[in-house]
């Protein structure tokens, strides 16, 4: 069975930086397709990052330039650094993971908060 637990949310200021983890336990991590998601009340789910297990990544036009995600398939991580916060970019982030054909794993999210 896989975990996900993420970590590194918090608050920052407008055009601050955080660096969420995400941290996977169990499974083949380095054959997962790895995103950042984020969910907003009220709103849909939206994918902020995907880095795929080839190592390709795809940002969501809201963030691009801006975050970076990557991938450490030693220590089974995903980070996702984020620069130049916006208001707008407050939410609960959350890590799946996910391979062709079969159900993706959620983590529970860690909570980021941009604000003055």
């Known amino acids: 069975q896989v975990q996900i637990v993420e970590s590194g949310g918090g608050l920052a200021q407008p055009g601050g930086s955080l660096t969420l983890s995400c941290k996977v336990s169990?499974?083949?991590?380095?054959?997962?397709?790895m995103s950042w998601y984020r969910q907003v009340p009220g709103k849909e789910r939206e994918q902020v990052a995907e880095?795929?297990?080839?190592?390709?990544?795809i940002y969501a036009d809201s963030v691009r330039g801006r975050f970076t995600i990557s991938r450490g398939n030693a220590k089974k991580t995903v980070t996702l650094q984020m620069k130049d916060l916006r208001v707008e970019g407050k939410a609960g982030y959350l890590c799946?993971?996910?391979?062709?054909?079969?159900?993706?794993?959620w983590g529970r999210g860690t909570q980021v908060t941009v604000s003055s």
């Open positions: 880095v795929t297990s080839a190592r390709n990544t």
């Open positions: 799946f993971a996910d391979k062709p054909y079969e159900p993706g794993f």
């Open positions: 169990g499974g083949i991590f380095s054959i997962y397709d």
